[in-house]
């Protein structure tokens, strides 16, 4: 694979890479990571992150019998950042997970995965309680 001609070509490579196979985690830690039995595509994903000024570590998971897996995933408020502003995903809850994950430095809100008080962090088990015992009280 060649070079991204633009920010905006690595841009949209990860955006397609991270709404088909790719994974958002906010908590317990934030990362966002995409893996493929290809490694050209994880290379392409690896020179997307550079071109973006994203930080990233590459891992290659072996699976049974000849096929390896190649993982990748960038991590860093200030990666997390850049992504945000960058990417355009489209699958809905990757991209709520997105938003997530840079509302979750801000220094008020859910003291494990940092979003609004009002807002349940996806997949955050104290966003999850303090909202079940909000609906609880309410009858
Ligand atoms: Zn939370």
């Given at each position: 694979m060649t070079d991204f001609r633009s920010s905006h070509q690595a841009a949209f490579y990860l955006s397609g890479l991270i709404d088909g196979d790719g994974w958002i985690v906010v908590t317990p830690q934030r990362v966002i990571g995409v893996a493929c039995i290809d490694r050209d595509i994880i290379d392409g994903a690896a020179r997307a992150f550079e071109t973006l000024g994203a930080r990233y570590r590459r891992r290659i998971q072996p699976r049974s019998p000849h096929k390896d897996l190649f993982v990748i995933e960038a991590s860093g408020r200030n990666s997390f950042a850049i992504l945000a502003s960058s990417l355009q995903l489209v699958h809905p809850l990757k991209a709520k997970k997105l938003s997530a994950l840079v509302a979750?430095?801000?220094?008020?809100?859910?003291?494990?995965?940092?979003?609004?008080?009002n807002v349940q962090g996806p997949g955050c088990p104290v966003c999850y309680s303090r909202h079940y015992a909000r609906r609880t009280r309410r009858g």
């Amino acid at each position: 694979m060649t070079d991204f001609r633009s920010s905006h070509q690595a841009a949209f490579y990860l955006s397609g890479l991270i709404d088909g196979d790719g994974w958002i985690v906010v908590t317990p830690q934030r990362v966002i990571g995409v893996a493929c039995i290809d490694r050209d595509i994880i290379d392409g994903a690896a020179r997307a992150f550079e071109t973006l000024g994203a930080r990233y570590r590459r891992r290659i998971q072996p699976r049974s019998p000849h096929k390896d897996l190649f993982v990748i995933e960038a991590s860093g408020r200030n990666s997390f950042a850049i992504l945000a502003s960058s990417l355009q995903l489209v699958h809905p809850l990757k991209a709520k997970k997105l938003s997530a994950l840079v509302a979750s430095y801000q220094s008020f809100g859910c003291r494990s995965c940092g979003v609004d008080l009002n807002v349940q962090g996806p997949g955050c088990p104290v966003c999850y309680s303090r909202h079940y015992a909000r609906r609880t009280r309410r009858g």
